[in-house]
T-cell receptor, first 113, second 114 residues
Framework: DQQVKQNSPSLSVQEGRISILNCDYT??????FLWYKKYPAEGPTFLIS?????DKNEDGRFTVFLNKSAKHLSLHIVPSQPGDSAVYFC????????????FGPGTRLSVLP | NAGVTQTPKFRVLKTGQSMTLLCAQD?????MYWYRQDPGMGLRLIHY???????AKGEVPDGYNVSRLKKQNFLLGLESAAPSQTSVYFC?????????????FGQGTRLTVV
């Protein structure tokens, strides 16, 4: 049973509009969350993170929201650009797991010109 | 600054053959990891190391062995490859801190077992 779920395998958005990628988790012990972006034939690269003591973290065009009661986080990209087209992985960890992350299956984002 | 380097990038093995994947990092990171990525499964942790000379099992360790003889290198071995081990393998590294930092990933190794 997956502890971190990304229920949308793919998402298409028009350039300039907002992209919203969702992630749900089942383990209430998770207290740190990250988003990674992955281009084809490359390794994942870190995008943005959020600790459970916050409900929002912004970095330029990227904002991550955390709803602990719903065990849900989302990544907002505004405005979306064609270069944002990639697979986005949500990852979660708990202090009791040390530095080991549990990854979701990923969402493929396509930003259309 | 090369970051995390994996060799080889591609490999085809016959069932029963053995091979070693090499991961090297030049960031002086304490933690190193081996993941596999399969369609619809995300990245799953195979083994990890919290420092030179130490290794530990992750979520899917069966059929793999690892060694961390030098701080900058983390080797993943397949003693007798099986078709189920066809996957893309990623190595990653991170600093040891009191809180969880992000990991830096290599470019991946695409392994096919026929």
């Amino acid at each position: 049973d997956q502890q971190v779920k990304q229920n949308s395998p793919s998402l298409s958005v028009q350039e300039g509009r907002i992209s919203i990628l969702n992630c749900d988790y089942t383990n209430s012990m998770f207290d740190y969350f990250l988003w990674y972006k992955k281009y084809p034939a490359e390794g994942p690269t870190f995008l943005i993170s959020i600790s459970s003591i916050k409900d929002k973290n912004e970095d330029g065009r990227f904002t991550v929201f955390l709803n602990k009661s719903a065990k849900h986080l989302s990544l907002h990209i505004v405005p979306s650009q064609p270069g944002d087209s990639a697979v986005y992985f949500c990852a979660a960890s708990a202090l009791s797991y040390g530095q080991n992350f549990v990854f979701g299956p990923g969402t493929r984002l396509s930003v259309l010109p | 600054n090369a970051g995390v380097t994996q060799t080889p990038k591609f490999r085809v093995l016959k069932t029963g053959q053995s091979m070693t994947l090499l991961c090297a990092q030049d960031m002086n990171h304490e933690y190193m990891y081996w993941y596999r990525q399969d369609p619809g499964m995300g990245l799953r942790l195979i083994h990890y190391s919290v420092g030179e000379g130490t290794t530990a099992k992750g979520e899917v360790p069966d059929g793999y062995n690892v060694s961390r003889l030098k701080k900058q290198n983390f080797l993943l071995g397949l003693e007798s490859a099986a078709p189920s081990q066809t996957s893309v393998y990623f190595c990653a590294s991170s600093f040891q801190t009191g809180r969880v930092p992000e990991a830096f990933f290599g470019q991946g190794t695409r392994l096919t077992v026929v």
